[in-house]
Each structure stands twice: as structure tokens, then as C-alpha cells.
């Protein structure tokens, strides 16, 4: 393997972690209107996701600056081509650290219930376009000889991208489900509980037919098996959630994920931003790479730093491992 494929699977890993770590906490920030009763309940939520969810922003940085660094032609075409999506999402991801960061600077009900809103629409949007980018990106753009994006905005807006986004919109609130079951106690864990039951049916529906046309479309040997072990994860969840073992559940939502997001990485290769107007114009791990010597630093600081970032990560959660419940909610809250 050389240091290219090498970087290729490092990002492929990136975005891996980022759709596991922040996939439920847009699911939790889904639920605080789908789930939630009153305003102690939501701030249960809310409170459950709050230590962790900068930290897992972080994988996001990782992964785009990996993509600058490492595939400067793909990061360049790549934000490019979907410049709009992604300043959508950077709102998005903005107003929603608005939302935690000023929610509670204010006693009133209205101002406090105008700021859930925002939390609850930045993270149903978030996954939606996240999943409506990558299957575009996996399908296949207007890219041309020059290695710029030729298409329009309305191009990005196909079935297969909108299925996209469903089919990871689902996955992210199923997995905000289970975790809400994991980390409350009382009766917001039962419903919890019972709400994810119905999720993992949903989400195995739409999971499923987005794999079955990825693997139609663009599909092999490797992405057969990660579509397998993706639905076979999803069964595995409705399993251990209706028997009350919610660490398993979580455990197989990120597995689910993870085979998913395996899957338009494996359906990529060798490419990483394939053409629909002529296949020789696509972009491949080879010519759209820095040079060697880039790559090399690259891994040695990325050898260093990522054992100190999962040790940080892994500490916070470990502090934050405690299940809550209203009872734990101050009345000023």
C-alpha cells in the first residue's frame, strides 16, 4: 500500500468516526422534539450530548483538513463543486452551537423554546445534507477535463442524493435513540426505547434500498459485504434494544454506520470524485494527491497526534459516563 491509498483509507476512517461520534448527537438533538415532553425533558437531552459534542466536531476539522493536505485536487473540486451544500452546512453547524451556547442565558419559555427549535432544525438538516453530498460524491458529477466541477446546484438535487439524505437522516436518529437510552434513566428511557423499535424499522428500509442502488450503481464484491454487515447491524440493534441491552443497540447502530459509510468509500476506489461526463476526467487517488514527500511529514505527524486525540476523547467520555433523568435537572434550568 502506498501513501496514497494509505491517506485514502485515514479520511475514509475520519469521516467514519465523525458520522459515528456526531451521528448521535444530531440524532439526541432530533429527539429533543420527537421524544421530549416539556422543557425538563429536553433539557435531559440536551445535558446528555452537551460534554461531547464539540469534541466530536473535531473529527470533522480532521477529516477536511486531511482532504486539503493529502488530495489538495479533490478538497479543491470537492468543496467547490458543492460550495452551496457546504456553506449550508456551516451555518447549520453554527447556529447549532448557538443554540447550546446561549439557551440558557435567558430564563423566559420563549426564548428558551425559539433556541430548542434551532437545535432541533440544524440537527434534522445536518445529517440530510451530509448524506445528500456523499451520495452525489459516490454517484458521480459533472466534473470536467479540467478537473472542475461543470454542473449546477440543481444537478446535486437527484433522487439518488435525496435517498441519501433520508437514508442518513434515519440512521443518525435511530443512533441518537439507542444512546438516549444508554444515558438516561426513568420513563425518557422506556420511550426512548420503544422509539427506536419503530426508528430501526424505518431506517432499515431506507438504509437498505440507498445500499441495494449504491450496489447497482457502482457496487463489488467489497461494497456487497459492507452492505451485509450494515443491515445484518441494523437486525442486530432492533434485537438488543427490545431485550433492554442498550450498550449492544449502540454498539451495532455505529457498526451500521461505519459499514455504511465503508461501503461509499469502497464504491469509490480507486477514484475519489468520479465523473459523469467522461470517466477518464475523474479524479483518482493518484492524480489528485500531494507529493510524496507532503504525504510523508503527513503521517508522521498524524502518527503522533491522533493516539493523544483518542485518549483526550476517550477520558471526556469516560468523565461524562453517568446516566441522567429529570431529577437531575435544576428548576433554573
Known amino acids: 500500500m502506498g501513501l496514497n491509498d494509505f491517506w485514502f483509507l485515514l479520511i475514509a476512517v475520519l469521516w467514519t468516526g465523525y458520522f459515528f461520534l456526531e ?39 480532521t477529516a477536511a483538513g486531511a482532504m486539503f493536505a493529502a488530495f489538495p485536487v479533490w ?29 440558557h442565558k435567558r430564563p423566559e419559555e420563549s426564548w428558551q423554546r425559539n433556541w430548542e427549535w434551532v437545535l432541533f432544525t ?32 440543481g444537478d446535486l438535487l437527484n433522487g439518488y442524493g435525496i435517498l441519501g439524505g433520508f437514508a442518513f ?49 457502482r457496487g463489488d464484491g467489497s461494497t456487497l459485504t459492507a452492505l451485509c454487515v450494515a443491515l445484518a447491524a441494523l437486525v442486530a440493534a432492533f434485537v438488543m434494544n427490545a431485550r433492554t441491552r442498550e450498550g449492544w443497540a449502540f454498539a451495532f447502530t455505529g457498526v451500521a454506520i461505519a459499514a455504511t459509510v465503508a461501503a461509499l468509500f469502497l464504491s469509490l476506489a480507486p477514484d475519489v470524485m468520479p465523473s459523469s461526463l467522461n470517466t477518464a476526467w475523474s479524479l483518482t487517488i493518484d492524480n489528485a494527491a500531494s ?43
Open 169 to 217: 437522516t434515519a440512521l443518525c436518529t435511530l443512533h441518537g435513540a439507542v444512546f438516549t437510552a444508554l444515558k438516561t434513566v426513568g420513563d425518557i428511557r422506556v420511550r426512548a426505547r420503544a422509539f427506536a423499535a419503530k426508528a430501526a424499522v424505518v431506517t432499515a428500509a431506507l438504509a437498505a434500498a440507498f445500499l441495494i442502488w449504491l450496489q447497482a450503481d
Open 122 to 153: 440544524s440537527s434534522l438538516l445536518l445529517p440530510f445534507l451530509w448524506g445528500l453530498i456523499f451520495a452525489n460524491m459516490v454517484h458521480g458529477v459533472p466534473v470536467n477535463s479540467h478537473q472542475d466541477y461543470a454542473g449546477s446546484f
Open 75 to 103: 478538497y479543491a473540486t470537492f468543496f467547490s463543486g458543492f460550495y452551496l451544500l457546504l456553506v449550508l452546512v456551516l451555518v447549520l453547524l453554527i447556529v447549532r452551537v448557538l443554540s447550546f451556547e446561549y439557551r
Open 23 to 61: 451521528g448521535f448527537d444530531f440524532g439526541v438533538g432530533i429527539l429533543t422534539r420527537l421524544l421530549a415532553r416539556d422543557r425538563r425533558e429536553r433539557r435531559v437531552l440536551i445535558n446528555i450530548i452537551g460534554p461531547v459534542w464539540d469534541g466530536n466536531e473535531v473529527w470533522l476539522i
Open 291 to 333: 507529493g510524496h514527500y507532503t504525504l510523508k511529514v503527513m503521517t508522521w505527524v498524524a502518527g503522533i497526534m491522533t493516539p493523544l486525540v483518542l485518549l483526550y476523547q476517550g477520558w471526556t467520555y469516560w468523565v461524562f459516563r453517568k446516566r441522567l433523568g429529570t431529577q437531575h435537572i435544576a428548576d433554573a434550568h
